[in-house]
């Protein structure tokens, strides 16, 4: 199935775009689109050496086109995702497909389906924390 996420300027002006995606057993799953140099791409929100989330929902740490793993430094290439340094040394992050139209980008992998934009956490149902302050005045 193919869903519109986002617009290729959007992940460029952010560095990373994170959404949640549902695997075939409805298990919520992050991924995170990149840029990669004119277009993105989109890589499963999570590090191969342990279960260490790359963007903790304030953007993907990026440098020279690389994704920095908040955990121990590794860097992951953007575009193939490949690591060759550190504790994730030669891994690839899990790879989600997405096309780009128009420069729209859209979901378009037979195993993930959209749920919503954000982490895995903040969906609609709040538990009482609030997401934003923004709307509190003095
Ligand atoms: S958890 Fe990412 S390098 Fe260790």
């Known amino acids: 199935m ?3 996420l986002t617009d290729v300027e959007t992940v ?3 560095r990373s ?3 949640t ?3 075939p ?3 919520p799953e992050e991924v995170i689109l990149v840029p990669c140099e004119e277009g993105v791409e989109a890589w499963v929100n999570r590090c ?3 279960a260490q989330k790359l963007d903790r929902g304030m953007g993907a ?3 020279d086109g690389q994704i920095i793993c908040p955990k121990h430094g590794s860097m992951f290439d953007s575009c193939s995702g490949y690591c060759d340094n550190g504790e994730a040394a030669e891994t690839t992050l899990v790879a989600v497909d997405v096309t780009v139209e128009d420069g729209t980008v859209y979901l378009d992998d037979s195993t993930y389906e959209f749920g919503h934009e954000g982490g895995a ?3 609609d149902d709040d538990d009482g924390m609030p997401s934003s302050t923004s709307h509190i005045g003095l």
């Open 2 to 4: 193919t869903t519109e």
């Open 12 to 14: 460029h002006e952010e």
């Open 17 to 19: 775009w994170l959404f």
């Open 21 to 23: 995606a549902r695997d």
């Open 25 to 27: 057993y409805g298990e």
């Open 48 to 50: 191969t050496h342990e």
């Open 61 to 63: 740490a990026m440098r």
């Open 121 to 123: 956490d903040d969906d």
